[in-house]
């Protein structure tokens, strides 16, 4: 637990909102860095004219309503956080219409369309992706789709859109901009060519940093949810560069050659390189990216949607594989699935991660519940062992995010990955914390790192099984 920044009140509470693409979360923190409260929602998408968007409007009714649970709290900021791909038309001081889900696909022709418009991935580090996961494209789309309402519209990422419903202050903010989204450059800290002549770049709202204070509460929503009118709001991040924040306040990852892997929808290995990495060459096709830090850094990124995948895998079961109860069954089935070689081939979210055209299958199926989702979890370490090689991941790796708690996912991955330190955190030292420490980056995590235990097998066949199952299932779609 860190001291309190200097010159801070002590007496101070913090609130983080962290809009995620699956969850909502509100949390309550003292300045000392220890969480009060948390309050969780599910995220519904809404439906308009046959098109899946963001249900902003429900979402932020649901926020006020949270946000009064607090008004009692000697609450001084909250922060935003939210997830990548998401971005907002504001027209004359209101939202223009219910922004588009990045799963929504847009039609064949747009998307054509747009592909002709991007630039190389060694100017963005955004490869071209499915959907609205660019969400350049959803801005072409949107254009197409609310022409009069798009010409005036003042555009801002997802983060940034709370920052704006708590305050009436719009800005941007480089971690959401540089989040595949074609429009930014981040080796030049720089809106894309692309951006720049398409007429976007000036219709974003000015650029802040995630920790400037971007104004205090609208009068309605203070008196609306009994917070101070004084409470100020920060300008927000990226979910998963506020895992990053989190994780550098540890010392063994801090300054040092580390990777974080976020879990939860999308799995995302971030590395902190000790030397500078040429981004440019990285595989674009294995959904390889560049992100960027809260300092504008680029900062070597690797995805699949694991959390999507894994609750696909378990099918009808109502138990998650990362339930602290199940975890020593979920280990005591690992034996039997090495043995009889019970495997998942990806993908099961095409398009996305190191096998985008791969076609989804198991090899000797599991009937039984325990080893069906020990296998979900062994296929979960096996995908991300190949993401972090992809970005070239050593020495330390922190997981963090709600699939640290999964054993058989994060031990298998240490076995996988014998020379790198695998470790997992305190559940609290999550993206929350890192939004906290944007106002005290003195903050430590609460305890310790954990050293997890490789997992005991014979991983290393169980992998190249894993391997010739790929190649074999590649040669019968290419034959």
Known sequence: MGATKKGANPESATIVIDLGKTLSKVSLWDAAGTMLDRQVRANVPLEVDGIRRLDAPATGKWLL???????????ETIVPVGHGAGVVALVDGALAFPPLDYEQSPPPAVMAEYRAQRDAF??????ALPDGLNFGSQLWWMERLAPVAMAGAMLLPWAQYWAWFLTGNAVSEVTSLGCHSDLWCPQKADFSPMARRLGWAERFAPLARAGDAVGTLRPAIAAKTGLSP?????????????????????A????????????????????????????????????????????????????????REIETLIEIDTRRVDIRPDQPALLAAVPEVL???????????????????????????????????????????????VSLD?????????????FAEA??????????RPDTAVYTANAHNDVSFGALRLIDPALKPQGELVRVQPLDGDLDTYRNRWHAEIDASSKRTAA
């Open 65 to 75: 309503e949270t946000l009064a649970r607090y008004a009692d709290a000697p609450v």
């Open 122 to 127: 060694g100017v963005t580090g955004s490869p």
């Open 339 to 385: 043995a009889q070689q019970r495997m998942v081939l990806p993908t099961l979210m095409r398009g996305f991660g190191p096998f985008p055209r791969g076609r989804f299958d198991w090899v000797n199926r599991p009937e039984d519940w325990y080893e069906r989702r020990a296998a979900a979890c062994l296929y979960a370490a096996l995908v991300a062992d």
């Open 407 to 416: 054993e058989v996912f994060v031990r298998a991955l240490a076995a996988l």
């Open 230 to 250: 004084e409470v100020k709001v920060l300008a927000g991040l990226h979910d998963s560069n506020a895992a990053l924040l989190a994780a550098r306040g540890f």
């Open 390 to 402: 992809l970005i070239g991941s050593s020495e330390r790796l922190l997981v963090e995010g709600r």
């Open 252 to 307: 063994e990852i801090a300054d040092n050659e580390a990777t974080v892997l976020s879990t939860g929808t999308w799995f995302i290995g971030m590395r902190l390189p000790s030397t500078p990495v040429d981004t440019a060459r990285l595989p674009e096709a294995r959904d390889c990216l560049v992100n960027v830090d809260v300092h504008g850094r680029a900062v070597p990124s690797a995805r699949f949607m694991g959390g």
